[in-house]
C-alpha cells in the first residue's frame, strides 16, 4: 500500500475523469446495500449512507453549480435545509441527529439528485475556464473522498447494532502487519506542513518550521496480539496507565476492549467487520481504540505516541496507511493559518478545540486522498475509525 | 361512527375470517408507503412499522404455532430476539429504543415471515379442538388491531420529524364534532367492567359495583376553537391551571401548544396530519395533548375532567370514538384483577403505575376494537396519540 | 402509640398554646446539630434543616402577619424569595435544588428570625377576632408538624452521605411489630373522608360514600424479617413480581435492598440511623422502601397492597403509626374535592399526578399530626420517609 | 505587581518560615467566613473551604508524616478517605461532588487537624537530614499556595449563588490595566521551560529548545471596556467568531457574557465580587471569560490568542500576574517531561488532554507562587478562575 502521494491531476480533462471516478466510487461502495440499509444512524456522529450520497452531491451544487453554473436550478428547494452538514453560513439545517429519521427523499430520488448534479457538472467542467474553479474542484472531490471513509466506518457502526450482524463486503480490515523497528529522529530543525502544486486542505498550510529533540519511531502499528496482552494485563483496571479523563470515560462506559471486540465466553475475543463476525487476527494492527486506549496502552508498554511533528519528519521511513495513528498533538492551527473567508473558512478552522490529531490514513481511505501531510482529528474518545497505534520513544 | 359494541365472532370460520381479515388490514395501512418509511423509529416510545408487522407476527408464533402447532418449525431462530416487545419471560430482547436501527431483516423478508406464520396459522385455524384456543387466538387478533392504531400514530410521529412533511393518506383525523350539552349522572352505584362471552383484555375484568356522586358530563368533545381560546388566554403562561408535575413538563420542553401544531407566523396555526400540512379546523375535537394539558384546560373552563367509572356510566348517552378521551382515573386494577399466569400475564398489569386511563377510541382504531369497557392507558405526557378532552361538572 | 385522634384545641388560648409548643418542638429537634449540619441538602426533594426552620416561619409571617398584623414590618425583604417553597403566587424562589447553597442568613439569623415572628405571632394571637383567623393558624401550625418530620428525614438523608455515619438522636426508629392476623372487611358501602370540627387538609374532605368488595387486612405490619425472606428469595432479580417502570427502576439504580441498609459482608445487613449504624431488627417493621418494592414484595408473598379505601375502612381496627404504609391508590381528589382560593390553594390539588397515597404515620410524625383521614402522598420511587407495608387480601 | 521571581528558600530555617507562613495565610482568607459558609460546594470542580482547609493538610499527613516521621499517629483514620482528592494510588474517596455534604468533621475539628499536623510538622523541620524531603516540603508548599487561590474562587463561585451576594473582603479584583503596545517575537530557537535551583512543578521541566515564527505580543490585557465592545457588537450571536464546540456550548448554556456580569436592565451590568456587588470598571482587565469566549474575541478583534510559548519568550517585556492568560496551547508534556513515580506522579501527567494552558497568575494568586514558567490549565469552558485575554499577531 503506497500512500505517499496523492494523485495530483495535470490538466483539465484529468481533473473531469478525477470528478467523475470519484463519484462512480462512491456509488460502488454501496452495492451490497439494500434499501433499508441506506437510512441506519446509531449514534449522532455517525450518518446514514443516504445522507453521504446527498451531502456530497449538495456540496457540488452549493459550492459550485448554483453559484457559478449559468441557469443552474436547483434539483429541490428544500435540499439545502435536509443535506447541509454544519456550514452556519449556507443556512438552517436538519439537526444532526435526526439525519435518519429523514425516509424521504428516497434513496431512488437521491441517486436521481446525484445523476441530475453529475450532468451539470459535465458541463461545468467543459467551460474553457475551469481552471479557475481548480481549487473548489478539488475540495469537492477530497471531500467526496473523506465521506466514502464515512460510508464504510458509519455503516459499520450502525450495522454493528443488528444482532445478525450483516456482512457486507470484504475490504480486508486486518491485514498482517510486517515486522518493524525503531527508526531514529535526529535532533533538529524539520520543515512541517504541505509542500507542492497539489490540493490539499487549508490544515495543513502555512509550511513551517519546527525543532525536534532526538527520539524514535517505530516502523509499524502495534498489533491486537500486543493488545491483547495490555487487555491480559489488566490494562483496563489500572487507573496508573491512564489520563484522568480517560479513567473516568471507560468506567462510565464500562469500556473493556476495542470497539468490535466481543468476548466469546472463553476468554478470546470475536470481532466484527463489515464481512462480519470473524476470529481476532494476532498479526494484524489493532484498530477502533479510542485515544484514552492509545495512551494508556503506550504508557503500560513504557514508550509514548508521537507527536504529529515527529510522524510527519519520519513518515517516509516506514509503511503507513492501515490505520489513522493516533498522535500526542492536539489539533491547533499551523502557525502561518488563514481561515479561507465565506463559508468554506468553516471547513477546518472551527474545530481546532477539544480534538487530536491522527496521522496517516487507513484501509478505507480512497485512493489518492492520503498525503505526508494530511492533519485527521478526532475527540480523544472517537473509536469508530479505524484508528491505531505506532509507538515512539524519547 | 358507531364504536358501542365491538365484532364478537360466534362461530370457529369466523375467527378464521376475522384473523385473516385483521392480518390484511394491516398491510393496507402501508400501502403509500417507500420501503425507507418502514425503518423510522423517532423516539423510544414510537416503533418501526417494520417492528409492527413483524411483532404481530411473532406473538401468533411465539403463543399459538410453536406450542400448540405439532411440527411448526420458527421462520428464524433469532427472529424472537428482535421481535419480542416486553415479555421477560419469552427471554431477551432488542433494546426498545434500538428497534430503528435493525435495517436486516429487511421489508421483503417480514412480509415473507408474515406469509410464512399466515399459511400455518391457517392450517392451525382447521384443527378439530380450535374452539380451545379462542382465548389466545382473540387476544392475538386484538393485539394486531391495537397495533394497527400503532402502525398510524407512530408512522404520524416519525413523519413529522420530516421537514418536507410527507402525505401518506386521509384517515379524516379532524372530522366534525357535533353540538352537545349536559348528561347527568344520578348519585347510586353502578357496574364497572366489561359484561358478556366477546373478548376483553384482562384490565376490564372484575365487574363490579362502585358509587357514584352526582354530577354531569358532556356529550360532546373539546374542539380546536375552544383549544385556541385556552391558549389565547395564555392558558400555557399560568401556572395556576397546572399541576406541579405538567408546570414542570411544559416548561422544560417548552410546549406551548398541542402536538402537531405549528404557529404560521401570522398568530394561527397550521396542523400536520397523515395527509399533509392543513389548516385548524376549529370546529373538529382537539387532538394530541397530554393529560397535564387536558387537566390544565379543564381547570380553565370551569369543569373538570370525568373519572374512567363516570364515562363509563354515561357513554351509552353520548357518541364516543374519535378521541381517546382523558379521564382523571389512574389506571389501577378492579377489585377482582386477576393476573394470568405465564408470559401473557405480562400483558396488563405490570403497566398498572404511573399512566392514566384513556376511555373511547380514535379515528385510528381498528372497527371491531372498541368497547364501553375498553380500558386505554398512557403517561401524562403521551401526546403521540389522538387523545382528546371530555369535560364533567358535580 | 395511640395515633387515632388529633390534638382539637378548643379555645382560643389552647390555640396559643398550641402554637408555641409546636414552634418549640421544631427547635428541640435540632438539639444535637453542629451549625455544620443545618446546611446540608443531599438531593433536591431534600430540604437543608436551615431551611425549614425558616420557611415555616415564612409561612406564618406570609399569610397570617404581613396580611392581617396591623404594622407589622417584614423581617427581612428578601427572606420571601429565599424561603417560599412552591406558591407561584407568592413569587420567585430560589431554585429548589439550591437550598443548600444560602450560607446567609446563617442559622443564628435565621433563629433571630424565629423568634422576630414568635414575638409578633404572640401578639396576634391575643386579638380579639383571632377565632376568624383559626383555619390559618391551624394550617401553619400542622403545616410545621409536616415540617418536624421532614426535617427528621432529611437530616437522615443528609448525614447518610457522610461516611462517618454520625450520632444524632435516638427516636426509637425500629419498634417491634406485635403478631397480628387479618381482619375481614365487609362488602358494602363506607362513608370515607374527614368528618368532624377540627383540622385537616383540603385533600380529606368531601367526605363520600364508597363501596367496597369483601377482602381482609391485616392488623401488622411486614417485618425486616419478612422482607429479608423476599431479597434471599431473588425478590430484586427477579422481574415477574415487578411493575414495568419498577423493575427498570431497580436496574437503572442498582437497588438491591431498602435505603439504610448496608451489606456487611457476610451475607448480613447493617441499617443507618439517627443513631448511628445498627443491626437489622428483624422483628421490627421495615422501612424506608418505596412503592415499587411494596407491590413486588405483596406479589412475592401471594397477597396485595390496601387500597386506602379499605384502610381507612378498618383502620380502627389495627394499630398504625409506625411507618407510612403504601396503599394501591393514586393520590387524586375526593368527589367533592374544592381547591381553596388564593395561594393556600397550592396546598394539595396542584400535587395530584404520579404520586401514590400513604396512610397511617411514622415514628417521625408529630404527636398531634396524624389522623385517620389523612392522605400523605409521594412518588412510587420515593424511600426517604418511613415507609412500610401492609398486607390486604381479596 | 512583580510576578518575576518565586520565592526561593536558600536555607533549611527559611524553609520551616515559609511552611509557617503558607499555613497562616490559608487561615487568614477564611477570616471573614461565618461557620456556614465553609461547606458550600456550588458544582463539582468547585470545592467547599473547609475540605480545602483538611486536603491542604492531607497533604502533608500523608506524603511526610506518616511516610516518614518516626511514630507519627494518623489524626483520624478516615480522614484520608475524606480528603484525598484525585490519588487513586493513595486509595478511595469521598466522590467529588458530595464534598459538600461532610458536615462532620466540623470546622473547629478541622482547624484543630491543621494544629495537630502543624505541630508535628514542626518537629519534623527540624530533622537535621531536612534537606533530603525539601522536595516533597516545596511540594506541599506550593499545592496550599495553590489550594489558597481556589479558596477564593471557589468561595466567589459558592456565595454567587446567594441571592443576597455575600460581602467577603475585598482583594483588589478589578485592577486599572496601564496603555500598552505591540512586543515584537523575533524569528529563532527559544529555551522553554524551568530553569534555576527553584522550586517548579513537574510540567514545567524539560527545558527545551522550540522554534519561533515572527509576530507580536500586546504588553498588555483586553479591557472589560474592549469586551462590552465585542458584546455589544453582536460577538455572542454570530457563529463566525467561534469554534464549533464554543458555539455550542453557548447557545446550550445562555452564555451571553462573562461569569458574574449581571444585566441591570438598562443594557450596563453589575459585577459580583468577593466585595459584592460593584459597577463594571472599563479600564479593568477581563475577567471570568471562557477558553471559548477568549477565542471569539480574538478572531473578531482581528487578531489571535499567543501560544504558550510565544507568552515565555516574551514575558519579560510585560507586566503580567492580573489574570491567567489563555493561550492557544493545548496542555501536553514538554519533549522531555517524566512522569515522577508513586502517588505524586498523579500530580499533573495525567490531566493532559483536554485542557489548555494558561500563562501568568492572577490577583488571587498567592504571593511568591507565580513564575514565568508556570503553567496552568483548565477545560475550555472553564470560567470561574480569573482568567483574562491577551492578544497576538503575526
Redesign the interface.
Known sequence: MDRSTAIQPATVSQLGLLFQGVREKTLALCQNL???????Q?AVEVSPV?WHLAHTTWFFETFLLKKYHNGYKEFHP?FN??FNS?Y??VGER?PRD?R????????DEVLAYRSHVDTHMQQFLSRSDIEEFRPLLELGISHEQQHQELVLTDLKY??F????Y?RILDIGEYPIEKEGGWHPIEEG?YEIGYEGDGFCFDNELGR????L?P?EISTRLVTNGEYLQFILAGGYRK??F??????AWINANQIKAPLYWIPDGQGAYRVYTLDGMTDLDLAAPVAHIS??EA?AFAEWSGYRLPTEYEWEAACHHFDWGKRWEWT???Y??Y??FKKPSGAI??YNG?????Q?VLRGASVTTSEGHSRYSYRNFFG?ESRWQFTGIRLAR?
Request: net charge negative.
Open positions: 439494500e434499501i433499508e440499509d441506506f437510512g441506519l446509531a443516504k428544500q435545509y435536509l454544519y452556519n453560513k436538519v435526526q435518519g429519521l429523514i425516509s424521504r427523499p428516497t434513496v450502525n450495522l447494532h443488528n444482532p445478525l450483516p530543525l513551517h518550521r519546527t525543532y529533540h527520539c487507573s496508573e491512564w489520563h484522568s479523563d480517560g479513567w485515544f484514552y495512551a500526542n498533538s492536539a491547533l492551527p502557525p502561518g473558512g468553516e472551527k474545530f481546532m478545540i477539544n487530536m480523544p524519547s
